[in-house]
């Protein structure tokens, strides 16, 4: 069992950790096998939201060893997510800089700004800065790293038909439009290669499918895992709201599109699932379907102790539900809470009626973070 990644907005303003992130951490830790951390940016321009954990300089190396020692409790791995927003930041974030992409193309969301285009010494300095973060998150202490190829990041924003409109060797062909993410996943091995002293885990993360056209397409992901099978990977993480999801663009494709990526990896790779695996049931089912890891996203926040009572046979007292009155307990502070709030739907964290009316109207451009297509 695994939990993905989750943005909680917790840390300082300037991506430096805090105690309540300590806290959060400690608080879900120790039951399941891997801890993903909420994504942690590269560099200043690759920030994404306000309250986001930073890896972007050594100095915030103190910080992120006690977040890996907060995590490494029972044996539980901590592997780090590293990420550049790319065009899914604002210049206010980004204190008056642009935001930057492969080409200058706006996202199709309400706010969005024209980012600039990468130039090709910048794009080589992004796949650097990923190597640097590689090595601070060895130097603190983490088992691992999770390069973030979803969710419309910049590294999908390399991948994307739609988002890359470049002439030169990083766009254009397929070949080309796979440059960026391939160059990533070599520096961050090359790094690990030269500094880690124990085994340290490479994961990698994509978003199978974009509803923009033109825009990444199923065909596309399952020729990108063809390739993505024989780098030096450990784990495949699909971003998905349901783990049984289906095509979003073709009604034709019947077999959920985690299985045919599995079938695609030939064995050689293993694959975490993630959406919406609530009950043991809902974990079982997926372990049935040779699923090698199963992430456990907001069924955690609501039931930290969810693997420890599937373990003690005490599956009747897990909670499912959770009130405010539960949110101290569970080291979910007002900026978290406003994002679990955004996202509350049919899958969220319920609270209260009269909360989910409130914050409707923030629902817009969350989706994001549950892997949906954009
Ligand atoms: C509050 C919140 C924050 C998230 N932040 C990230 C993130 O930083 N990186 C990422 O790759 N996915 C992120 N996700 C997506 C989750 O990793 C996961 O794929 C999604 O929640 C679906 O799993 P679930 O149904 O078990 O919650 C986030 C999801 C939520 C609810």
Redesign the pocket.
Same mark, same amino acid.
């Given at each position: 069992m695994v939990i993905?990644?989750?943005?909680?907005c917790m840390s300082f303003h300037d991506g430096n950790v805090t105690q309540d992130e300590l806290d959060y951490y400690a608080q879900h830790t120790g039951g399941v096998g891997l801890f993903i951390t909420?994504?942690a940016y590269v560099n200043e321009l690759g920030k994404g939201f306000e309250g986001e954990l930073s890896i972007a300089d050594d100095k915030y190396l103190p910080g992120l060893k006690k977040l890996a020692s907060a995590i490494q409790q029972n044996g539980t791995k901590a592997i780090i997510?590293i990420f550049s927003a790319g065009r899914m930041s604002s210049t206010a974030i980004l204190r008056g800089q642009q935001p930057v992409s492969a080409s200058a193309v706006k996202a199709l969301r309400a706010g969005s700004e024209t980012p600039r285009a990468l130039t090709e010494p910048e794009i080589e300095e992004t796949i650097e800065d990923f190597g640097a973060a590689t090595k601070r998150a060895i130097d603190a202490g983490f088992d691992g790293v999770e390069i973030?190829g979803?969710?419309t990041y910049l590294i999908q924003q390399f991948f994307s038909p739609n988002s890359n409109q470049r002439t030169d060797q990083w766009g254009g062909s397929f070949e080309n439009r796979t440059k960026f993410p391939l160059a990533i996943i070599a520096k961050v091995h090359q790094v690990v290669a030269q500094y880690a002293k124990k085994p340290f885990i490479v994961g990698y993360?994509i978003s199978p499918e974009e509803i923009e056209k033109p825009g990444i397409t199923f065909e596309d992901t399952l020729k990108f895992v063809d390739i993505l099978k024989d780098q030096p990977i450990d784990y495949l993480h699909v971003?998905?709201?349901?783990v049984w999801r289906k095509s979003l663009n073709d009604p034709k494709v019947t077999t959920p599109l985690n299985e045919t990526i599995q079938q695609h990896l030939q064995g050689k790779v293993p694959m975490i699932v993630?959406?919406?695996?609530q009950t043991p049931q809902d974990a079982e089912k997926a372990a049935d379907a040779n699923f090698e890891l199963i992430? $456990? =996203?907001?069924?955690i926040l609501r039931e930290p102790q969810w693997v420890q009572k599937v373990e003690a046979d005490d599956e009747k007292s897990i909670r499912y539900a959770i009130s405010p009155a539960d949110l101290d307990e569970l080291g979910i502070k007002p900026p978290?809470l406003d994002?679990?709030l955004a996202?509350t739907g049919p899958?969220g964290i319920p609270l209260t009626t009269a909360q989910q009316v409130d914050r409707q109207d923030a629902n817009a451009g969350l989706d994001h973070? $549950? =892997?949906g297509g954009e």
């Open positions: 993905p990644p989750m943005t909680e909420a994504v997510q973030h979803a969710n993360r971003s998905m709201g349901d993630v959406g919406d695996v992430a $456990l =996203g907001r069924q978290f994002i679990l996202l899958n973070f $549950l =892997g």
